[in-house]
């Protein structure tokens, strides 16, 4: 019962490089999800993809991109990293449209230098 | 602009007593859903108990319930019965359709 599954768990970048987080689901649940948690921020919503073909963009959207490449898997890509991009990031889905709320990943925390 | 507030940043609790998190939120609409998550240090996101907007009964889960005051929009979680195995960040969390946000977050200790 693997859930939503997250790659890699931590990633040290330094500033300018890029990279890109994967997030695959086995539960075949229609929405897919990224946050972002900083210390007394709560979770913050990056971009979402409510059905397979669609993304749109959350709370948080500049210097993200998004691919939903088919119903499990949903990556975020960082074009050229921050130091204001260190954070944990986290991937959710959900059955649309959320209301039993959403299975999280065990998370990413990034650093970057 | 922050949808849902949690006043308390800590929270500690003597194991086996009762502690009440606090949660208010910002909404014009009438039908939503409200949540509690749990994070432990494993940092692995929990759900602990959901509650309809639409059903006026409190939501529990064992040892978890919740004080849900709709006019006051108020969501408050009450664990009972403290566990060391409880010692986490709690966050409160409102529905929308296909987003859900979150508050800043309450870390509860339970000491032994």
């Known amino acids: 019962n693997a859930g939503v599954t997250q790659t890699p768990k931590f990633q040290v970048l330094k500033t300018g490089q890029s990279m890109t987080l994967q997030c695959a689901q086995d539960?075949?649940?229609?929405?897919m999800y990224w946050y972002r948690q900083d210390p007394g921020m709560g979770l913050r919503l990056i971009y979402y993809?409510?059905?397979?073909?669609?993304?749109d963009k959350g709370e948080v959207p500049n210097g993200y991109n998004v691919s939903r490449l088919n119903k499990r898997e949903f990556s975020l890509r960082l074009e050229s990293a921050a130091p204001s991009q260190t954070s944990v990031y986290f991937c959710?889905?959900?059955?649309?449209?959320?209301?039993?709320?959403?299975?999280f990943g065990s998370g990413t925390r990034l650093t970057v230098v | 602009a922050q949808t849902v507030t949690q006043s308390q940043p800590e929270m500690s609790v003597q194991e086996a007593e009762t502690v009440t998190l606090s949660c208010t939120y910002d909404?014009?609409?009438?039908?939503?859903?409200l949540f509690w998550y749990k994070q432990p240090p494993s940092r692995q996101m929990i759900l602990v108990i959901r509650?309809?907007?639409?059903?006026?009964q409190n939501a529990t889960e064992n040892r978890f319930s919740v004080n849900f005051q709709k006019a006051a929009k108020s969501f408050s979680l009450k664990i009972s019965d403290s566990q060391l195995g409880d010692t986490a960040m709690y966050f409160c969390?409102?529905?929308?359709?296909?987003?859900?946000?979150f508050g800043a977050g309450t870390t509860v200790t339970v000491r032994a």
């Open positions: 959710a889905s959900s059955e649309a449209p959320g209301n039993y709320g959403y299975t």
């Open positions: 993809s409510a059905s397979e073909g669609t993304t």
């Open positions: 909404t014009s609409e009438s039908n939503y859903y």
């Open positions: 539960m075949n649940h229609n929405s």
């Open positions: 509650q309809e907007a639409y059903k006026q």
């Open positions: 969390a409102f529905m929308k359709p296909y987003k859900l946000s």
